[in-house]
């Protein structure tokens, strides 16, 4: 026998009301999600039955690893087996040979596939079997346990939607550790170790799904925060009514009869974070748990200033005054090892230049209290190559914070959460630029701060670009065989004109239009033009827009594919087909179409909304249930009505 696929960490659900119930009914499934019982129907209450030779397999309805926990066994002793072979066949290399009363634990398959043989001879019969079935994202997180550089934070941020699995930090095949976030340096201090998780998509909130939770009962807990810090809200009772959770101390001790149970975030920011303490004693197999974002009403937006990407460019020495209800969509600034330790929480990120050279100086204000963090990163970085910033404060000090030689004890240019909120001035010299990170660590107050560079010998200036693109889009109409081109400006500076540019290879660009920009203005402006003359096939635009000094800069790139209709067809692949073919379509826009398969009849087999996408489009359909014939194949878009013959075989 090669080794053994033994793996500890999977308690899974016991609750049969949520999960479905397989009776080992021999073939294959599909599923990442049951109990799993021998023929009596429950291990401990009904016997199996005699001469039974069942082949039952499992395999992930998620293309991932699937997992079985064996909860309780008992089968004949030297009479009846249960064989249990890694992969979808028993043809599959053999894991375990299980007879008597020995539980095997969890078993985990190395591909996406376990199965199992189960053989009974006619004489005497036990009590058989009860186990779990779950499924393993490839993406493993776990928990951290010790902060970085002396706070709570253990990991830097994550933004992903996921899905992914996150566990105790035992991982796959260990327990937790004892002592996390329980040494705090004061008699009976409980700090807790924290980690973030955060959507990477606009429009999102995470929600998290148990799918084991097994701690030392009244000893370790987790919480559940809603937000993106350790004091978030913590979310305080579990769905379906569960008595197990133990208030404001956290989720502790065998709610495996509670699995699955899920939170989602309903903070502005979408963030739940996890809050972990553990005691020197009785460590156990801890938690199993997956994360993905689900569509929400209130999550980030994706275009305000929390992320670098969505700076605000600081035109002068003037008062700035904003809040901030998350960390964006983009995990960024993080260290992992120092000032900033975990990186975002509620932040704004601004962008500046500086106009003179000379020491800057800066004071932020809260106005509603709250401990408030900064960065300053540069000179001349971009945002997706930020490095260490050369300012950085993680001071735990509420209050007022900032760069001021006055104030700062050391004269210090980073410093830990034991600092005292105040840095050394910066020294910049003309015409550098720098980004500039606020950071409220407290849960949101909605109170916001104010952030002022009075007594700054140096003076600041505007780095926006002339132009600020709000939009640009391309869409070929066919009706009138043209393609309009539009695009809107939020503000401009300095603003000649645009060139519209069209290429047909997305290298080689010829100007196909001139339009004059409205030099200076600080409100939306919006513009327009038509390609007359688009070509068949794929067409590129841009728009290089120049400003009075002969300074200009390039557009994205947006592209349009026009067929005409020699070319225009939709072809099906396989012809004739037998369990599945493929639909060949061009669409012009992203609106989506409708597919119908009809019988020579008229009789609509098939009606169902598809996605599409700008250009080529592949669609299957799935034949397997349809009976032999003619069919016909017929996609509807907005702008065009496809038909093609359909043999299945």
């Known amino acids: 026998m090669k080794k053994l696929l033994f793996i500890l960490f999977l308690t899974l659900s016991l609750s049969s009301n949520s999960q479905i119930v397989y009776t080992n009914p021999g073939g294959t499934i599909n599923t990442c999600s049951g109990n799993f019982f021998d023929t009596g129907a429950d291990a401990g209450t009904f016997n199996y039955a005699s001469n039974e030779n069942i082949v039952t397999t499992f395999c992930s309805s998620e293309s991932n690893q699937i997992a079985i926990e064996f909860l309780g066994v008992d089968i004949e002793n030297g009479f009846d087996y249960l064989y249990i072979y890694d992969g979808p066949s028993t043809a599959s290399t053999l894991l375990w040979t299980i007879t008597g009363t020995f539980n095997p634990g969890v078993i985990v398959s190395s591909g ?30 776990t928990m951290p ?61 995470m929600e998290v799904t148990f799918n084991s939770f097994l701690m030392s009962n009244n000893f370790d807990y987790l919480q559940v925060k809603n937000g993106p810090t ?72 994706g275009t305000e200033n929390n992320d670098c990407q969505n700076y605000t460019a600081i035109c002068s020495n003037a008062t700035i005054n904003s809040t901030s209800s998350g960390p964006g969509i983009s995990a960024e600034g993080c260290t992992g090892s120092a000032c900033p330790a975990g990186g975002e929480h509620h932040t704004n990120w601004y962008k500046f230049k500086a106009a003179t050279t000379g020491f800057l100086s800066l004071t932020i204000t809260p106005n509603a209290g709250g401990d408030y963090d900064f960065a300053i990163y540069g000179p001349n970085v971009t945002c997706g190559s930020l490095g260490d910033p050369i300012r950085c404060t993680d001071s735990g000090i509420t209050g007022n914070t900032g760069l001021d030689n006055s104030l700062a004890f050391p004269l210090d240019v980073t410093e830990p959460a034991s600092g005292d909120s105040w840095l050394a001035e910066l020294l910049v010299n003309a015409g550098e630029e720098f980004y500039l990170v606020v950071d409220e660590w407290s849960p949101n107050s909605a109170g916001g701060y104010s952030m002022s560079w009075a007594g700054s010998s140096a003076s600041l200036d505007c780095i926006i670009l002339p132009v600020e693109l709000s939009e640009f889009n391309t869409e070929y109409n066919p009706e009138l065989g043209v393609v309009d081109v539009f695009w809107a400006t939020e503000s401009e500076r300095n603003n000649d004109y645009f060139l519209v540019e069209r290429s047909v290879n997305g290298t080689d660009y010829e100007v196909i239009n001139k339009v004059k920009g409205a030099g200076n203005t600080q409100y939306e402006t919006q513009y327009y033009v038509e390609d007359p003359n688009p070509f068949v096939g794929v067409n590129y635009y841009r728009l290089k827009q120049v400003d009075f000094d002969g300074e200009f800069k390039y557009s994205e790139v947006r592209s349009v594919n026009i067929l005409d209709d020699a070319y225009d067809l939709m072809s099906v692949f396989p012809n004739p087909a037998e369990n599945v073919t493929e639909v060949i379509f061009n669409s012009y826009d992203n609106h989506g179409a409708m597919l119908k398969l009809v019988k020579m009849d008229g009789t609509v087999i098939i009606n169902t909304p598809v996605e599409t996408q700008r250009g080529g489009n592949h669609i299957k359909v799935d034949l397997s249930e349809q009976e032999s014939g003619i069919y016909f194949v017929v996609i509807t878009t907005d702008k065009k009505v496809y038909t093609e013959k359909l043999v299945i075989r």
């Open 112 to 141: 996406t596939c376990l199965t199992f043989e189960f053989i009974s001879d006619g004489t005497v019969t036990a009590p058989g079997w009860s186990a779990i079935i779950s499924c393993i994202y490839p993406t493993i997180y």
């Open 145 to 205: 346990t010790a902060g970085i550089n002396g706070e709570y934070v253990g990991s830097c941020l994550v933004t992903d939607c996921g899905p992914f699995t996150f566990t105790d930090d035992g991982g796959p095949t260990n327990f937790y550790s004892n002592s996390i976030g329980t040494n705090c340096g004061v008699v009976g201090g409980s700090c807790g170790i924290y980690r973030t998780f955060c959507p990477n998509t606009a429009g999102q909130c």
């Open 230 to 301: 350790q004091n978030s809200n913590q979310i305080l009772s579990l769905p379906n009514s569960a008595t197990a959770y133990t208030g404001i101390n956290g989720l502790t001790g065998d709610l495996r009869a509670e699995v699955p149970f899920s939170f989602t975030s309903t903070d502005a920011s979408g963030c739940l974070t996890f809050r972990n303490f553990t005691s020197s004693v009785n460590n156990t197999s801890g938690w199993s748990a997956t994360l993905k974002c689900v569509p929400c009403a209130g999550g980030p937006t």
